[in-house]
């Protein structure tokens, strides 16, 4: 059992409150929120900027006013108005309207996601760190909004070099406070993925992350660690291979949350967990290699997702399995053309040691089929094609089950963390199965594109048919993403809010 500790507090209360109390007693900030139609020239006050407004006798609306309306996503300072050192206006646009129906996303959640990120950059810049924020009438995405913006990895900055992480409350009057709570909730888990994905590779070993995740991670959750011992007698000869040409040890990391006492069979969550990936003996160009840190990213957002379903209590039985390895070029490497035998029984020749992540993830499909699971899905930083295919801003989805497509959807348009649907096509299959010496090849047969889809096709051939199955591929949305303006630089913790919400509106027991 892993021993307690709330990750939900940890950066923003016990971390910086001295410092707070020390040198910015004085110093409060407020976010208020107003709705502008660009087109008339008016502005509409949310609710608690409304009562704001009549406290100032008028004026915070008068000096809006008198400037023209703050557009959708921006903001205006105002100083020295009412009780506050600072406040800032930030614009909601015209609520949903802002988006169209192809964008497939909440916008007015997005819109107050994006308002509560900038409110705090600007009073933060302004060194404002004592903040209070309207619930811009939609609290969950205001906490979610303004706690993902306030996220900075600094771990290795000297302490009188790192920047103040701002505190930040809603408004006391808000009746929103539960949502406001949740969100929080889920961007904190979002912000320590992102923690786990940062750390340097040297930080954040196998043995390092499985420490981390057992230190860090909510009551109730088990939290196992297998070594390599395990994982041989389970015949995972394919997620072993990966770890040959490395000095760190292996680990296969099995957590378990039960938030119901049934029978029930569980949800199975697999994460991705290469925690450096060099390519191995098909080794990659040096040019940004230290992004590949990251590539343990799918493992990260399974270990914070199963810490927000148990901060929030959620009633549901889930899995969580992260096989971790780092993917090196040492003596013992995989040769491409190697060949190996899987946990299935399947053999696979290995062509190319950087398509790695397959090699680990077929393993802990396998495993994770033997719980017999409501639906599996594997989550993963794993092809470099997803980023050509998508760009930046969405999270490739293969999916064998239109119903767990259709949950799937929703609760991305919730999160406003989007996927879009992939193929899997027979077409695919046949590129990874059809040889004469082997069962299957790590990569294509033709090698003319499609490289997404070639490895969801790998996947599948170790998933059991009648087993609904989801594989992420979120390669493009790993870090330095340009279309949510409330992560800032590094890695995003993405898509955790979608499959947080994936899991909480359709399979929690009532
Ligand atoms: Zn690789």
Redesign the pocket.
Known sequence: MAIFRSFAFKYSSVVYRNRLFSSMTDSRGLVLGVYSDEKTKSNKLTKAAEKYNAQTNGQLLQLIDLAGPISNGSQRTFWGLGGYTAVSVVGLGDGAKDWDALEKIDGEKENVRIAAGVGVKALAANKIFNIELDDLESAQSAAEGAHLASYIYQEFRAADKQKKIPELQVLSDSSKKDEWNFGKVLANSQNWARTLSNTPANHMTPTLFAENVAKNMAKGVEVVAHDRQWAEQQGMGSFLSVSNGSAQPPIFLELTYRGIDSAENPIALVGKG?TF?S?GISIKPSAKMDAMRA?MSGGAIVAATINALAETGAKVYVKGFIPLTE?MPGGRATKPGDVFKSRNGKTICVDNT????RLVLIDALDYAADFKPQFILDIATLTGAMSVALGDCLTGAFVNNDKLWQHLEKASESSGDRLWRMPLLKHYTKQMTDFSAYDLDNIAKSGKGGGSCTAAAFLREFVPKDTPWVHLDIAPVMGDTSDQSYLGEGMCGRPLRTIYELIAQNYQRK
């Open positions: 290469i990936d390519g590539d993917n950087d398509a790695e992540g």
